[in-house]
Every structure is written in structure tokens, then in C-alpha cells.
């Protein structure tokens, strides 16, 4: 099965930038979309990025024009630029990878990123 390890979260003062990197190791993971989630305490998860095996990349309205997603995919690794941080950021973030039916319902650790003001 497909692994993933999030990491590079930390905490920032609102304006700030941060890079989280998603490390995935599997069978056939160049051949996969893969993307970024972030979930806050009591909320659900919310989908913020993703990015085809193709390099294609589609941005949630709300981070748009602050957060940038890549991949590399020599490496299996995808990657969350993001700059402009603001307090509503706030939150657990965790990549995910196509599979079988879609995003897959394995979750690993996140990592988590925290604005302050």
C-alpha cells in the first residue's frame, strides 16, 4: 500500500510562509493526483489542493493566490507553498493520494500549522 509523511508544518506569526512536503512511497505513485487536506478541532476536513500526475493543479477559493501546490515526482513528494498566512490557517494539514475509489480513507499524523496574530 501507498504511504504518505507530512511534514514542515510549525507555528508563524499571520504573514508569514510556510512549506509542507508530502513524501509517498508505493506502487505506481507518479501515476496518481494527489492532495492537500487541513482540518481544524471540530470541523471536518476540507480539501485545499490538488495536483494531477500531470502537473495540473486546482487551488480552493479560499487559499488561492496564497498557497501553491507541486509535486516532484522523481521524488513522490508533493508540496504545499504557502505564503500570506492568516490565523484562519490554522489547522491539521494532511496529504492524500488517488486510489482505488477515489481519495483514500487512510489518514496518517498531518502536520500541524498554527497563525498567530
Known amino acids: 500500500q501507498v504511504r504518505l509523511a507530512e511534514s514542515g508544518g510549525g507555528s508563524v506569526q499571520a504573514g508569514g510562509s510556510l512549506r509542507l512536503s508530502c513524501a509517498a512511497s508505493g506502487n505506481a505513485v507518479s501515476s496518481r493526483a494527489m492532495g492537500w487536506y487541513r482540518q481544524a478541532p471540530g470541523k471536518q476536513r476540507e480539501l485545499v489542493a490538488t495536483i494531477t500526475s500531470g502537473g495540473n493543479t486546482n487551488i480552493d477559493d479560499s487559499v488561492k493566490g496564497r498557497f501553491t501546490i507541486s509535486r516532484d515526482n522523481a521524488k513522490n513528494t508533493v508540496y504545499l507553498q504557502m505564503n500570506s498566512l492568516k490565523p484562519e490557517d490554522t489547522a491539521v494539514y494532511y496529504c492524500?493520494?488517488?486510489?482505488?475509489?477515489?481519495?483514500?480513507?487512510?489518514w496518517g499524523q498531518g502536520t500541524l500549522v498554527t497563525v498567530s496574530s
Open positions: 492524500n493520494i488517488e486510489g482505488r475509489y477515489g481519495w483514500r480513507a487512510v
